[in-house]
């Protein structure tokens, strides 16, 4: 029998229109990741009674959940889903802010053992937490954190489905493909090194008696976070971070006309930045962690904008 190789792998996803139920002749989408993948936690709980031979009597099984997160590189139009998942928001004429809808998914790992392939399949997928890392010189990546209900365990396709083959979009990387990233009302505007967008769900689990996996997720408040890494050229930066200031924060990311995305987090505010001064060869920086806070104007505290000219 072959081993399996990470090389190999395959993981697909499709849209439920149901908790926890995987459509009948489900179209999946073929995913674009680096790593990573979903697991289920098993609770489990060691018994207390009483033996006199000092064995432990049994080792109870409390619950299954499912969690984890995949790893990517950044490309146009790969992961527009998994965004409206992470923001719980639809695109409207390619607009995408935050708002209280779910969206949830059956994901699909296949790996390949030759005669028969291992399937895993975990049905109520949601996106928990989305990050975004735009780096000086480097891809822009970031990472996808999923909660799911249930796992299951095939050897063969789901009766009927198909795939579509995963985009063919290029990775996009900070040097050559992120423009207008800038905090408005600062002056002089800052260089920075990296910036970091941090989405969080603050989705839960909801247990009930008589099962071993949970309802439909409980969602927290969507907690919107970074960290700016700026050069320290002026106090100004960091008399804005004093002064518990913030502005308007936006960056446009794609590599072709009507294939870019604007981030915007219209209202944020600084939190506990700070100088770093480092060795004789280094540069002096200002790290400034911020969070993106609700904004009148755009009723969202972030908006999303594709197929940006």
């Known amino acids: 029998m072959p081993f399996a190789n990470s090389s190999e792998a395959r993981i697909a996803y499709v849209a439920e229109a149901a908790f926890g139920t995987t459509p009948a002749t ?16 098993k609770t489990t709980q ?14 109870g099984l409390l619950g299954l959940d499912v969690s984890g997160a995949y790893p990517f590189e950044f490309s146009y139009s790969t992961f527009d889903e998994m965004l409206e998942s992470a923001l719980r928001g639809a695109w409207t004429t390619n607009v995408l802010k935050n708002g209280i809808t779910p969206k949830y998914f059956t994901v699909e790992e296949t790996l390949e053992l030759g005669v028969t392939d291992s399937f895993s ?12 890392a735009i780096a000086a010189r480097a891809k822009v990546t970031g990472s ?21 083959p995963a985009t063919t979009e290029p990775i996009l990387t900070s040097s050559a493909h992120v423009a207008s990233l800038a905090v408005a009302g600062l002056n002089p505007v800052p260089k920075l090194r990296s910036v970091n967008f941090e989405f969080n769900n603050n989705l839960r689990a909801r247990p009930v008696v ?25 106090q100004a ?6 002064d518990h200031g913030g502005g308007a924060l936006s960056a446009t990311i794609g590599k ?26 280094d540069d002096v920086m200002v790290s400034i962690p911020f969070r993106a806070v609700f904004d009148a104007t755009e009723a969202c505290s972030v908006k999303i904008t594709r197929a940006v000219a």
């Open 26 to 41: 489900p179209t999946f989408k073929v995913f674009r990741t680096t790593g990573g993948g979903v697991r289920t936690n």
């Open 46 to 59: 060691t018994s207390d009674e009483l033996r006199a031979d000092r064995n432990v009597p049994d080792e």
């Open 121 to 132: 399949r975990f049905t109520g997928c949601a996106v928990n937490t989305f990050s975004l």
């Open 144 to 164: 996808l954190g999923l909660m799911g209900q249930k796992e299951t365990l095939a050897s063969a396709i789901v009766v009927g489905a198909t795939y579509t």
């Open 210 to 234: 008589g099962a071993l996996y949970s309802e439909e997720f409980g969602a927290g408040r969507f907690d919107a976070t970074g960290t700016l890494e700026a050069y320290f050229e002026s």
């Open 237 to 242: 930066l960091y008399q804005a971070v004093l």
């Open 256 to 281: 072709d006309a009507n294939k870019k995305y604007t981030i915007s987090c219209p209202k944020i505010i600084f939190l506990d930045g700070a100088k770093q001064i480092g060795g004789n060869n």
